[in-house]
């Protein structure tokens, strides 16, 4: 009966579960418990908590708290003590693997490190962030993407973008213009002063983080608990080439963003409208603009009902005829289909 009881007890000897803990109490209090009492709960057994009573084998007495606090302490001091063997092995496995790296070849210069380092974890990406920043002198380059940055999100950084600022270092932030929206952004840029400089563009790379020019990081996977750090020098410069060409393209957030020169179409239908063009689905066109599936939906109806389209297919030819489905044009070149130019009126 004991042994059907320890099958389906919920869990293993390794802590005192809720019932336990009611009839180890129980026990405690009254000097004993009917064996039948325990059979719910063989932790208790199983854990020398109550042993069987010498005068009556049908009752169960308790072990002391005291003595019960004492076995527990040795067992403790047990596990730290074999921790600690454990964690003397493993510094010796390593000095002794790594004496083996330095008979091949020379040790690294000081401060050298791997060309592609794979950070995996939060923690491991905070510090290896919180050690580039500490090693900032110059400048700080960086692309955000999707769209109204959270307040959360600024703020986790902002210890990083203080000791930056209070060191002199210059930086550079490349945004969505989507992101002109959201309150936390400008409160941060405020916060910051003429430390940084940002500027928008409809939509930008994945997230890119540059310090110096030397180190670079940027995501791994698509929940970003993974990041490389990267120094290889020409992957560097190559980053730094891409953050410089949209740069140029980008308008910065203090100047109001262009018009499209078709009246009723917004700047963002606008962009909408040239991914619609390339065969992108919602999805896709909310992720690379930074704003939901379900606002992009709302442009598209509108979009549509701007243009005259009624079905989608029919959307695509008019933007087309439209100039909608490339980069942007000048006011003049761009018209609604059906609309006179100034020119023909």
């Known amino acids: 009966m004991a042994r059907h009881g320890a099958e389906e007890h919920p869990h293993g000897a390794d802590r005192l579960c809720e019932a336990g803990d009611r009839v ?7 000097g004993r418990v009917p064996r039948g009492d325990a059979e719910p709960v063989p932790c208790l057994l199983e854990l020398a908590l109550l042993h069987p009573d010498p005068d009556d084998m049908d009752w169960l007495v308790p072990t002391s708290p005291q003595e019960v606090m004492t076995r527990l302490l040795r067992g403790m001091y047990d596990e730290v003590s074999a921790s600690q063997r454990r964690v003397g092995s493993a510094v010796d496995a390593v000095e002794w693997y790594a004496g083996l790296g330095r008979r091949v070849r020379p040790a690294p210069p000081a401060g050298e490190g791997s060309a592609i380092r794979v950070l995996d974890g939060l923690a491991r990406i905070q510090a290896a962030m919180d050690e580039a920043t500490q090693a900032c002198t110059t400048e700080v380059l960086t692309v955000q993407p999707g769209g109204i940055r959270r307040e959360a999100e600024l703020s986790e950084g902002l210890h990083r973008a203080m000791a930056l600022r209070g060191r002199g270092v210059r930086m550079r932030d490349l945004y969505t213009h989507v992101a002109r929206h959201g309150q936390g952004l400008l409160t941060y840029l405020e916060l910051m002063g003429d430390a940084v400089e940002a500027r ?111 079905s989608r297919t029919q959307l695509g030819v008019r933007i087309a005829q439209a100039g909608l489905d490339g980069p942007p044009r000048s006011a003049a070149s761009l018209r609604v289909p059906g609309q006179e130019s100034p020119s023909a009126r």
């Open 200 to 310: 928008t563009l409809d939509e930008v790379i994945d997230r890119l983080i540059l310090f110096d020019r030397t180190v670079a990081f940027v995501p791994a996977n698509t929940d970003r608990t993974m990041a490389l750090e990267l120094r290889h020098p020409a992957l560097i410069e190559y980053l730094v080439t891409v953050f410089e060409r949209l740069w140029r393209l980008a308008t910065p957030l203090t100047a109001p963003l262009p018009e499209t020169g078709i009246e009723g179409i917004s700047h963002r239908e606008q962009s909408i409208a040239a991914l619609l063009a390339e065969g992108h689905q919602d999805a896709v066109i909310a992720e690379r603009l930074g704003i939901s599936v379900r606002t992009c939906r709302a442009h598209i109806a509108r979009l549509s009902e701007t243009l005259g389209a009624a």
């Open 24 to 30: 180890y109490s129980r026990a405690v209090r009254r």
